[in-house]
């Protein structure tokens, strides 16, 4: 988590904006970006320095014992990618996107050789469909997300026969969050339209404690193509649920 946080304090101090306005705003489709808050994004670049540092990094280091491979630049570099690309602009500069593509690669743990010889249009689309492929993986998704907080966390699966008595309630699209206490213990449900339970859990937070408290800010719902978010707080810390856009459970990030 140490070295996740420098990467996204360091990447953040050093960004330049460079976008042109393409084309034609429909030239090349990147789908997924607004779950990263890149798809009003104006495009940055950056500074070589910086780019010369991230490729010196040793990501595998980074994921730890984890076999998946990627990052939250992963994105960062995607959103680029029609910067790019020859449907959208005339003059391209080939060099920054070859090393940015080297970037992704390196972060992925890809054989270089899979894009050797490809044109410019072959290398986007391959590095599209990679990222496409990642973001449908539940399991890469908190790895590809930059925050702060801790997590991600599952909770823990709670079954009692009884009706749980919520002492809060949230609608959703898919039906509503409801928030009840048991023993102390925060538990959290997930249900449909028609009232059945699509999940529920015990929250916990780091080290497996038992979280004592948990909120809805105002408007805490957010949509996007990916998932169903909703802003939380517990403890007076920032909570981050992230479910599917059919209520199912996700995970979820708790602030420091």
Not at 165 to 180: A, C, D, M, R, Y
Not at 189 to 197: E, L, P, R, S, V
Not at 209 to 233: C, G, W
Request: include cysteine; hydrophobic fraction near 40%; charge should be negative.
């Amino acid at each position: 988590m140490e070295i996740r946080s420098l990467i996204i304090i360091f990447l953040t101090l050093n960004l330049i904006s460079f976008g042109q306005e393409p084309d034609s705003k429909d030239c090349y489709e990147i789908k997924y970006l607004d779950f990263f808050g890149l798809d009003q994004m104006e495009i940055i670049k950056w500074p070589q320095s910086e780019l010369d540092g991230l490729m010196k990094m040793d990501f595998a280091k980074d994921r730890g014992q984890s076999k998946i491979k990627t990052n939250f630049i992963i994105p960062m570099i995607v959103y680029q990618l029609k910067e790019y690309h020859p449907n959208c602009y005339a003059k391209i500069d080939t060099t920054y996107f070859n090393k940015i593509s080297d970037l992704y690669l390196k972060i992925r743990d890809i054989d270089s050789i899979k894009l050797l010889n490809k044109s410019i249009i072959e290398k986007i689309n391959f590095i599209r469909a990679d990222f496409y492929s990642q973001v449908e993986n539940v399991d890469y998704l908190p790895k590809m997300t930059a925050t702060f907080d801790d997590g991600p966390f599952y909770g823990v699966d709670f079954e009692q026969k009884l009706e749980l008595k919520p002492i809060k309630i949230q609608e959703t699209e898919f039906g509503t969050l409801n928030v009840s206490k048991v023993k102390e213990k925060i538990i959290l449900t997930g249900k449909n339209k028609k009232g059945a339970i699509i999940w529920q859990k015990a929250i916990t937070g780091l080290s497996d404690r038992s979280l004592t408290e948990l909120h809805f800010i105002e408007n805490p719902m957010e949509y996007n193509s990916v998932a169903t978010v909703a802003h939380m707080y517990s403890e007076g810390e920032r909570f981050t649920l992230y479910l599917k856009n059919d209520g199912s459970f996700m995970y979820y990030f708790h602030s420091w």
